[in-house]
């Protein structure tokens, strides 16, 4: 059975299509990120699975149950952690926490809840009306994991949290997973979606324009990697002639990239650049970043998809001078994305 599954899942506000034809079947025990810059649909494909809004056209099942017809039987197994939730301001962190056991009959407790997402016991006995938005978003969050739902859908998780915030999140979607909940997992966060995620649905304006792994994704998009190679002197040979080499290009920074699609020129250029006479002072490899596999299938500037994450940052940090010198930064793309996460934190 399939967690999620939609059949020509369609809403239209007058001539305008939030959401257009979706086909999509998410896999019991996966986690799904579900990727698009704003406006894109994201938010209304999970009202519409939560039957908070009805469809134009179509249908969707939700653990095997019409969300239209099995309403309180979907409602009774998701955990939602819905974008732009309501606290009432006046009650406690853990008044929000024993409402949402009470009504989902959960058998946690409000400290693990609490300890689960770092929120604070004292910080819980204090109205939510002076919390942050990132406190909220973690009250929010072990709200949703009451009564340990097989599936769980976040709808911008990572909106308002802190980088700590960001990684606690994603740990406790790996800890979910491992315990066979299905996570749904809306964001216009390539990262981080990158960083959790078994599958990728790249939704762009309302249509679903592609569905597959990163790994996937990477090998369709067409996308190619790169070899980046710091050279003592502009080299004389025409590496663009080799097979299976794209582009040839120098970057600002004075380094040679040279992007390949087949993964045997990338020793050939280096073998042609040495054979040249050229000094390679040092080389790396690049993947493509999630950021090129986006305006890959959508046509669209990745920079249009997120605010704050440079793409620079994530896929090239590793690359980083110091000292005006060409050394690597051996902290890697983890470290990168760590970085890059920051600033989306700010
Ligand atoms: N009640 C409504 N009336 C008219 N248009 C709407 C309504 N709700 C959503 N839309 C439109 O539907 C489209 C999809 O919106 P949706 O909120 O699903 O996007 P999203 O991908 O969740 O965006 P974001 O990342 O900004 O949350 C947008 O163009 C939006 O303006």
Known sequence: MAAIETRNLTKRYGDDAALEGLELTVD?????????????????TIDLLLD?????DGSATVLGHDT????????????????????????SGYRHLEFALASKGGSESPEALLDRVGLDRAD?????????KGMAQRLAMAMALVGDPDLLILDEPSSGLDPHGIRTFQEIIREEATDGTTVFFSSHILGQVSAVCD????????????????AGL???????????VDVAEEPVVDLGEIDGVTDVTVRQDGRLRVTYADPAAKALALHRL???????VDFDVEEPTLEDLFT?????DADSVQAGESSDELGRARHRATDGGARVDSSGPDRARADAETEVGR
């Open 296 to 300: 890959a299938f959508t046509g669209t």
């Open 218 to 228: 990477r090998e369709r998009s067409g996308v190619g990697s790169s070899l980046v």
């Open 52 to 56: 908070f809004i009805r469809p134009t």
């Open 274 to 280: 040495v054979d040249s006479g050229a000094t390679i």
């Open 28 to 44: 019991e025990g996966e986690v799904f990120g579900f990727l698009g810059p704003n406006g894109a649909g994201k938010t209304t």
């Open 124 to 132: 819980a006995e204090r109205p939510v009306g002076d919390y942050s």
């Open 68 to 91: 239209q017809d099995e309403t309180d039987a979907v409602r009774d197994r998701v955990g939602i952690l819905p974008d732009g939730f309501d606290l009432w301001e006046r009650s």
């Open 199 to 214: 599958r990728v649905g790249i939704l762009d304006d309302g249509d679903l324009v592609t569905v597959d792994t990163i």
